[in-house]
């Protein structure tokens, strides 16, 4: 079973930066992919962006292209996503996601991942 616990979320000014963490529990090769999902009050949880484990290629939403990153170390099992200049908009919990070995052809579908982090919260004053 792969366990996915998240970490570096806090309050940060707009304008500002954070990187979050997510620490598996198992070999992050043993996914296709690892993504980074967000879900703000009231709406639904959307894909920010993945990234092909075996590649490295990223994938992301169009609203966070350019301002975040997401990397992966696999010598520690952890995937990064670098927030830089970031929105009261960006404001969510988010959740890092695993699919476990299972194909995936729509990396930024939750619909796509069944492993799941319990949630950092991002708040981003203006």
């Known amino acids: 079973d792969v366990q996915l616990v998240e970490s570096g979320g806090g309050l940060v000014q707009a304008g500002g930066s954070l990187r979050l963490s997510c620490a598996a529990s198992?070999?992050?090769?043993?996914?296709?992919?690892m993504a980074w999902f967000r879900q703000a009050p009231g709406k639904e949880r959307e894909g920010v962006a993945a990234?092909?484990?075996?590649?490295?290629?990223?994938l992301y939403a169009d609203s966070v292209r350019g301002r975040l990153t997401i990397s992966q170390d696999i010598a520690t099992n952890t995937v990064y996503l670098q927030m830089n200049s970031l929105k009261p908009e960006d404001t969510a919990v988010y959740y890092c996601?695993?699919?476990?070995?299972?194909?995936?052809?729509?990396?930024?579908?939750?619909?796509?991942?069944?492993?799941w982090g319990q949630g950092t919260q991002v708040t981003v004053s203006s």
């Open positions: 990234i092909h484990i075996r590649s490295s290629v990223p």
């Open positions: 996601a695993a699919d476990g070995g299972v194909w995936v052809t729509r990396p930024l579908d939750e619909g796509s991942f069944g492993y």
């Open positions: 198992v070999r992050i090769d043993s996914s296709h992919y």
